[in-house]
């Protein structure tokens, strides 16, 4: 794209926000009935479009498959949707009678949605709900691969917000979207928040925009197998976990660290799911397929095992499920260790739970510092120590992680932004919702008076004209004057 269609681009955005704040004004002024009303007839539109927007996405990025792409849209509307349908985020949205403090919700006012590729109507959808939930209007900045997708999805949005009574441009999605356009849409003076979905490089321009943002970092997730661990069990979950949309959510395993104890266990349960483990050689042909220019590789992510094969030009059996490699290594020179958001898993052997928790933040410091860590056993003692040590804000036990991590098969608040807190440079360790799109205004009735202070008593104070000049006096003058005074009272 040239320089002009950059300055195109950044009108298209500077169009969009000036409407948006209008829109946003109007929002505003809803109240709480108004706003359940339009956020219901965005889950109806979720439903009626699930299917429909899965099949575009798939078409024009080439990520993930269809079935799986339509349940996470459905995510938005089955777990999302009622997880925030009785949220008050309109006037008093909490009163304590104890403290005497009221809380009242405010919107924050414009929001700024950057778009991945990966997941890009579900996040659409998603971020449109949680918006307009706290009365606020939203702008998209859709990842160029994924445009158009993105774009219906906001379309289809907005055309059920305004069935509901909201107004126009309520929800918008850029056109043309360029870099210039998203480093526009972040910095222009009427976008108030930003929630950034994406690379790290975007995340990271979101953080230095210089406004309050909500952005997610990478997720080189690690899942633990201790020897107590159901064997059975976990392989399936985890199988299941990592194939989802081929590996496209943040929150998918990424290496399986493994007690030796269950080691063979555990590679018996996968291979019955389909896994198919590596030889040394396929391992190097694969490997020569994951990075590029020292990041992941495009042409693999969201690909089944069958489009990875033929990359890699290895044969394999029909119905793979997932590529497992044994690794020893950790290090963004080591492409197994790295994060990989396809259906390729590394192992790595452990002799217990102490190394393996050793080896789980080192992973996770590789890349995925914050985001989640998954761990299969039935020792609590096992499952306490991990969720203390490790620096990851979800513990996921006993569940695939990709599920876990979002709220799908766990009772963690249902999102598909996930922070990572400061250990990832985050704002937020929570999963992102409605109530991190509004300020929160505290209204404090007075309780107590306050003991008024004693009075102290006066002290003197002797200042240097108070004082009277020392005399200087010598031996020999006091004796003259003893003389002087006695000679007086003779006289006398």
Not at 145 to 153: N, R, T
Not at 167 to 180: F, N, R, V, Y
Not at 365 to 383: C, P
């Amino acid at each position: 794209m040239g320089f002009d269609t950059d300055l195109q681009s950044i009108q298209e955005v500077r169009d969009a926000l000036q409407r948006a704040k209008a829109a946003q004004a109007q929002l505003e002024a809803m109240s709480q009935v108004q706003i359940d009303a339009v956020i219901a007839e965005m889950a109806g539109e979720v439903l009626r479009s699930a299917a429909a927007l899965a099949e575009l996405a798939v078409q024009e990025t080439g990520f993930g498959n269809v079935p799986d792409k339509v349940a996470k849209n459905l995510f938005v509307a089955d777990s999302i949707y009622p997880a925030i349908e009785s949220m008050k985020t309109v006037g008093i949205i909490h009163r304590d009678d104890e403290r005497k403090v009221w809380e009242i919700a405010q919107p924050v006012g414009v929001i700024a949605g950057i778009v991945p590729s990966t997941n890009p109507t579900s996040t659409v959808m998603f971020k449109a709900m949680i918006a307009l939930k706290a009365r606020n209007s939203i702008v998209f900045s859709p990842h160029p691969g994924a445009k158009q997708c993105s774009f219906e999805a906001a379309s289809r949005m907005q055309a059920a917000v305004e069935r509901a009574g909201a107004p126009p441009h309520s929800i918008q999605c850029l056109a043309l979207p360029t870099l210039e356009a998203s480093k526009e849409l972040m910095t222009h003076r009427d976008t108030d928040l930003i929630l950034a979905t994406g690379g790290t490089a975007m995340v990271r321009a979101a953080y230095s925009s210089g406004k309050p943002a909500y952005g997610v970092g990478p997720g080189n997730v690690p899942v633990y197998i201790h020897r107590s661990a159901d064997v059975e069990q976990a392989a399936s979950r985890i199988i299941r976990s990592k194939t989802f949309d081929y590996g496209t959510i943040c929150a998918s395993e990424q290496a399986l660290v493994v007690d030796q104890a269950v080691k063979s266990a555990i590679i018996d349960a996968f291979i019955r799911r389909g896994a198919y483990m590596l030889s040394h050689a396929e391992k190097r042909a694969i490997e020569g397929f994951i990075l590029r220019n020292g990041g992941l590789n495009s042409q693999i992510v969201g690909k089944s095992p069958e489009a990875i094969a033929a990359l890699a030009g290895i044969t394999i059996p029909a119905h793979t499920t997932v590529f497992i490699a044994e690794e020893e290594e950790i290090g963004k020179h080591v492409p197994f260790s790295i994060e990989k958001l396809c259906p390729i898993l590394a192992l790595y052997t452990v002799q217990d739970e102490t190394e393996g928790c050793t080896l789980c933040k080192k992973l996770l410091e590789l890349g995925g510092l914050g985001h989640t860590l998954g761990i299969h056993a039935t020792d609590l003692q096992v499952i306490e120590a991990f969720g203390l040590e490790k620096p990851a804000s979800r513990i996921v036990v006993n569940s695939g992680t990709t599920f876990g991590g979002i709220g799908m098969s766990t009772g963690i608040f249902p999102s598909l932004m996930l922070g990572c807190g400061s250990y990832g440079n985050n704002i937020t360790s929570d999963n992102i919702g409605p109530q991190h799109l509004m300020n929160v205004k505290r209204v404090a009735f007075h309780m107590q008076d306050i003991p008024e202070r004693e009075s102290a008593q006066p002290t003197a104070v002797v200042t240097d004209h108070d004082t009277k000049p020392a005399i200087s006096i010598s031996r020999e003058d006091v004796m003259e004057i003893v003389k002087r005074v006695l000679a007086e009272v003779e006289r006398s």
